[in-house]
């Protein structure tokens, strides 16, 4: 597919055979349009189950209740919630998230919706999924913060209600209350957590369900090579790439301490600024934008990513109808995201670590 930005229009007069021509071909490049977007983005499944990590009831009900449980972490105030709150589309609305005691996060904290579509978890992919996300929040300093996984799993236990719903979730395990199916019920629980939107009716076969401008910002998301690092059923997550393909992020970005990406994991100089490509579904109730949460608008996030990965400078035109078609991927919340779990009663009782 061409990269180079296509614009429609007719000059001058022009016969009234030329305007059915011209016509035709519209709704020619229409159909074509509807035709490689299915290909591009594909269809959004159901769930996210795989093999591996199956989506049952039972895993679900208990991730749910843990996903929203602060009193799992090192000071009682810290969740999956805290940092993926549903009246922000599971976000929190900070550039970078705060953890047990009010630690910062070094990134921005990512929508968990449709998550689990994405080939890795974190912004420098140093997590292979949801669920191992989830059991190294546990420990980690700036996320739960527990000292170690034994102090986590004692405060579970020690919550009326907990042991019996793991052995539940997971039969036949002898001591089912376990960091691994921590994981696997929370991961379980994200799994459910798909959002399809307008866009996903219009690749269903509903061309209306897009406005004018909206399909405008689809043809120029496709034809200025925005697709080709934002495709697949969540619109990106897919793949690494660098920040900055053209130019400096940093100097569009107004940020005086670039972040070096994946280099800090892999020690590999080509992974310099390199980062996961993000989901862009439900991108515009997502901000703010970027790994570093530094940019609050989406259409100054537009106008950059244009810049600095495509070296284009976009008119506030193309820059509008680029955010009205992202605006067509915000999906509804489901239903017992939106609304909090009632948990087990119990206070929050700190733990000590074993031998402390």
């Given at each position: 597919?061409?990269?180079?930005?296509?614009?429609?229009?007719?000059?001058?007069?022009?016969?009234?055979?030329a305007?059915?021509?011209?016509?035709?071909?519209?709704?020619?490049?229409?159909?074509?349009?509807?035709?490689?977007?299915?290909?591009?983005?594909?269809?959004?499944?159901?769930d996210?189950?795989?093999?591996?990590?199956?989506?049952?009831?039972e895993?679900?009900?208990?991730?749910?209740?843990?996903?929203?449980?602060?009193?799992?972490?090192?000071?009682?105030?810290?969740?999956?919630?805290r940092?993926?709150?549903?009246?922000?589309?599971?976000?929190?609305?900070?550039?970078?998230?705060?953890?047990?005691?009010?630690?910062?996060?070094?990134?921005n904290?990512?929508?968990?919706?449709?998550?689990?579509?994405?080939?890795?978890?974190?912004w420098?992919?140093?997590?292979?999924?949801v669920?191992?996300?989830a059991k190294?929040?546990?420990?980690?300093?700036?996320?739960?913060g527990?000292?170690?996984?034994?102090?986590?799993?004692?405060?579970l236990?020690?919550?009326p209600g907990?042991?019996?719903?793991?052995?539940?979730?997971?039969?036949?395990?002898?001591?089912?209350?376990t960091?691994?199916?921590?994981?696997n019920?929370?991961?379980?629980?994200?799994?459910t957590?798909v959002?399809?939107?307008?866009?996903?009716?219009?690749?269903?076969?509903?061309?209306?369900?897009?406005?004018?401008?909206?399909?405008?910002?689809?043809?120029?998301?496709?034809?200025a090579?925005?697709?080709?690092?934002?495709?697949?059923?969540?619109?990106?997550g897919?793949?690494?790439?660098k920040?900055?393909?053209?130019?400096d992020?940093?100097?569009?970005?107004?940020?005086?301490?670039?972040d070096?990406?994946?280099?800090d994991?892999?020690?590999?100089?080509?992974?310099?600024?390199?980062?996961?490509?993000?989901?862009?579904r439900?991108?515009?109730?997502t901000?703010?934008?970027?790994?570093?949460?530094?940019?609050?608008?989406?259409?100054d996030?537009?106008?950059?990513?244009?810049?600095?990965?495509?070296?284009?400078?976009?008119?506030?035109?193309?820059?509008?109808d680029?955010a009205?078609f992202l605006?067509?991927l915000?999906?509804?919340?489901?239903?017992?995201?939106?609304?909090?779990?009632?948990?087990?009663?119990?206070?929050?009782?700190?733990?000590?670590?074993?031998?402390?």
């Open positions: 597919m061409s990269r180079k930005i296509l614009v429609l229009g007719i000059v001058g007069a022009v016969s009234a055979a305007g059915l021509a011209a016509s035709m071909a519209a709704g020619r490049s229409a159909s074509e349009l509807v035709a490689q977007a299915r290909e591009t983005f594909g269809e959004l499944p159901k996210m189950a795989t093999a591996e990590h199956p989506v049952t009831p895993r679900v009900e208990l991730g749910r209740k843990l996903f929203f449980d602060p009193r799992i972490s090192a000071d009682g105030a810290v969740s999956c919630s940092c993926h709150l549903p009246a922000l589309y599971a976000t929190d609305g900070l550039a970078k998230p705060l953890g047990a005691h009010d630690r910062a996060n070094p990134r904290a990512p929508t968990v919706l449709n998550a689990a579509l994405q080939f890795k978890a974190h420098r992919g140093d997590r292979a999924d669920e191992e996300q190294k929040a546990l420990i980690g300093p700036p996320s739960f527990d000292p170690d996984y034994a102090t986590a799993m004692a405060k236990k020690a919550i907990y042991e019996q719903m793991f052995a539940k979730a997971f039969p036949g395990d002898s001591d089912p209350v960091p691994d199916n921590w994981a019920a929370i991961g379980a629980y994200e799994r957590l959002t399809p939107s307008r866009f996903d009716e219009y690749l269903g076969g509903n061309e209306n369900a897009l406005s004018d401008g909206e399909h405008r910002g689809l043809r120029l998301f496709m034809e090579g925005c697709s080709g690092c934002h495709n697949g059923p969540g619109v990106g897919g793949t690494f790439q920040f900055g393909v053209k130019e992020y940093w100097k569009e970005t107004g940020v005086g301490a670039p070096k990406g994946r280099f994991v892999t020690k590999d100089p080509a992974d310099l600024y390199v980062f996961k490509v993000p989901s862009l439900n991108v515009a109730m901000p703010p934008y970027f790994h570093d949460g530094s940019v609050d608008n989406l259409h996030a537009i106008r950059i990513m244009g810049k600095v990965q495509l070296g284009k400078t976009l008119s506030d035109a193309e820059i509008g680029l009205a605006t067509s915000t999906g509804k919340l489901p239903d017992d995201f939106a609304e909090a779990p009632v948990l087990p009663a119990a206070g929050f009782k700190p733990q000590p670590s074993p031998g402390g």
